[in-house]
């Protein structure tokens, strides 16, 4: 074992106890104390499933996982146990992974806008590979980190942006202008990033911009640079009703490699999967805290009265402050489920979900048909694994959700096999064929044989 991750960082489970039951534990202990605290329950055995199957699916790419995506202790741990690189966008996060032990090696500053005290930062840790786009950010690097290795942030897409302000890369009419004046200042380019987001991963678009990262690497290397080093970025798919599945994605995704970066070209290819790991994993509960009828607008000449129809606001137990943060990255909010099953018969209402009364811009989610709730009552929400991660509240006085950790067992010998350390039994052997996750119905099972070594995947 590496030893990021030990059986002190989570809880086991045996085979049959899933991760709605801990839920539901967890529920009656602070219903019974009258607790109304919001929390999440991460299935790291899910982690493991999806890391095992992107080493499958994409055999010759590397994963660096976006800390910005959930810097929660759990998951960086059990990714470094698994090898895994990390991708940092500041000082917090570079201190984040590596105060766990995390090599500097395996840590990439992708960010392309870096502030200066933060690059000086990541040269004292040791972080050398990071990224650039213009000559501004070239030139903080030039004076801020002389033994920088920097990867050319591309972009291939000519199409408007809706949010202009956060589009990344430069145009490949400029990279020769940029890789000149990287060499005048002695700044070491050692290969290509490009990132296509979560509806960026279309075989067109994909190979789009692998054909201009080709054309790129072409420049670096007539400019004498050792180019060796290709990021395709992030946007793999995180839940399985995505219009493509992860599978379909990394089939079209190695068509292009071997087409513009084969294999034996001696070009390392490395990816920022972020919700594709940790989404499915973590499932939140919040509770409902207020609540309000808002008057319904008297039917029209000719329209049904609504009778008992009511418009009704919920106010929950955290916000888009905490863990519905993941809003303001254009993420739907998952539809609730209730904890409580409603009376048969029940009428439902149109209803509303906000964060914590006092703030008026605190919305979730809107014309929602749910029967009516009661303060007190509880909502869970699945698929909450990205972007709702908060290490500090911006508002300050509230509580940070706690985060229950599990894993299977079947799981935790995986992790060990996959590692190289063989099952202490013929039982155990068996059993790591079975399903990892501890989570709901899992349809995958994953047989791995003790093939891989922790120097195979990073």
Not at 414 to 425: A, D, E, M, V
Request: with cysteine; proline share 7%; hydrophobic share 40%.
């Amino acid at each position: 074992m590496n030893g990021y991750l030990n059986e002190s960082n989570f809880m086991m489970v045996e085979e049959g106890f899933s991760t709605r039951d801990l839920l539901e534990n967890i529920l009656v202990e602070l219903c019974q104390a009258s607790d109304q605290q919001a929390f999440f329950v991460a299935d790291l055995g899910d982690i493991v499933k999806k890391h095992l199957r992107f080493l499958k699916a994409l055999p010759r790419v590397k994963p660096y996982f976006p800390v910005k995506c959930n810097g929660s202790e759990g998951v960086i741990r059990l990714l470094a146990e698994l090898g895994a690189g990390f991708a940092c966008t500041n000082k917090a996060e570079i201190s984040r992974v590596q105060n766990i032990g995390v090599p500097a090696d395996k840590i990439f500053y992708s960010s392309p806008c870096k502030q200066v005290a933060h690059i000086k930062y990541a040269a004292s840790r040791g972080v050398r590979l990071m990224a650039f786009d213009n000559e501004v950010e070239l030139g903080k690097v030039a004076r801020s980190h002389p033994h920088a290795r920097m990867l050319l942030g591309i972009t291939a897409d000519s199409s408007p942006s809706a949010h202009p302000s956060m589009m990344f890369g430069t145009t490949l009419e400029s990279c020769r202008h940029l890789l000149e004046a990287a060499k005048e200042q002695d700044v070491e380019v050692v290969g290509v990033s490009f990132h296509l987001g979560n509806s960026g991963l279309e075989p067109q678009a994909f190979a789009q911009s692998l054909a201009a990262a080709q054309l790129a690497f072409e420049m670096g290397t007539e400019l004498g640079y050792q180019m060796h080093l290709l990021d395709i970025g992030g946007g793999f798919p995180g839940t399985e009703d995505t219009r493509a599945r992860f599978e379909e994605v990394a089939a079209g995704i190695n068509a292009a490699l071997d087409l513009y970066f084969p294999d034996g070209c001696g070009v390392e290819i490395v990816a920022r999967p972020g919700r594709y790991y940790v989404t499915s994993a973590f499932t939140f509960a919040a509770s409902v805290t207020a609540m309000a009828e808002v008057p319904v607008d008297q039917p029209g000449p000719g329209k049904e009265d609504s009778g008992s129809k009511k418009n009704l606001v919920y106010h929950l137990s955290d916000g888009i402050y905490g863990a519905f943060s993941r809003l303001l990255f254009d993420s739907p909010c998952p539809r609730p489920q209730l904890h409580k099953r409603p009376a048969p018969g029940h009428p439902w209402h149109s209803s509303s979900l906000r964060g914590p009364p006092g703030h008026a811009e605190d919305g979730i989610a809107e014309g929602l048909e749910l029967p009516e709730l009661q303060v007190g009552d509880w909502l869970i929400f699945e698929d909450m694994g990205a972007y709702s991660i908060t290490t500090s509240s911006p508002l300050g006085e509230r509580p940070q959700p706690q985060i229950t950790y599990a894993m299977s067992r079947l799981a935790w010998k995986t992790i060990q096999l996959f590692q190289g350390k063989p099952p202490q039994s013929d039982d155990d052997r068996e059993s790591v064929c079975a399903p990892l996750s501890c989570g709901w119905e899992m349809a995958l099972s994953l047989c791995v044989a003790p093939v891989f070594a922790p120097t195979g995947i990073i």
